[in-house]
């Protein structure tokens, strides 16, 4: 069972940039598919970004692509995603999810493909 815990959120203006990490303890063994999604009231979870650690394979929205990316430090267990050039629409509870590959049936941004959830951090961007 793995535990991830995501830090980083703020409020920032249109413009400002921030980043998130997600540190993962527990048993993250085989855990080689990590996740950014967001969420605002009233929507649907989104998936922002998600990375296949062992390839190095990236994938993006299009809503963040080109502004956003996502990256992992192996040695400390940590996954970032770089957010430059906020906008309002950015404003959503983020969260990072964590899934093995072997278990994943569909595509990258299905939230039900996750077994492996952070409690979210909150991004708020001011125009």
């Known amino acids: 069972q793995a535990q991830l815990a995501e830090s980083g959120g703020g409020s920032v203006q249109a413009g400002g940039s921030l980043t998130l990490s997600c540190i993962e303890s527990?048993?993250?063994?085989?855990?080689?598919?990590m996740g950014w999604f967001r969420q605002a009231p009233g929507k649907e979870r989104e998936g922002v970004a998600a990375?296949?650690?062992?390839?190095?394979?990236?994938f993006y929205s299009d809503s963040v692509k080109g502004r956003f990316t996502i990256s992992q430090d192996n040695d400390k267990n940590t996954v970032y995603l770089q957010m430059n050039s906020l906008t309002p629409d950015d404003t959503c509870l983020y969260y990072c999810?964590?899934?093995?590959?072997?278990?994943?049936?569909?595509?990258?941004?299905?939230?039900?493909?996750?077994?492996?959830w952070g409690q979210g951090t909150q991004v708020t961007v001011s125009s």
């Open positions: 999810a964590a899934e093995h590959v072997a278990h994943m049936h569909g595509t990258w941004n299905e939230d039900e493909e996750y077994t492996y």
């Open positions: 527990g048993d993250t063994f085989g855990v080689n598919v």
């Open positions: 990375i296949y650690t062992n390839l190095g394979l990236t």
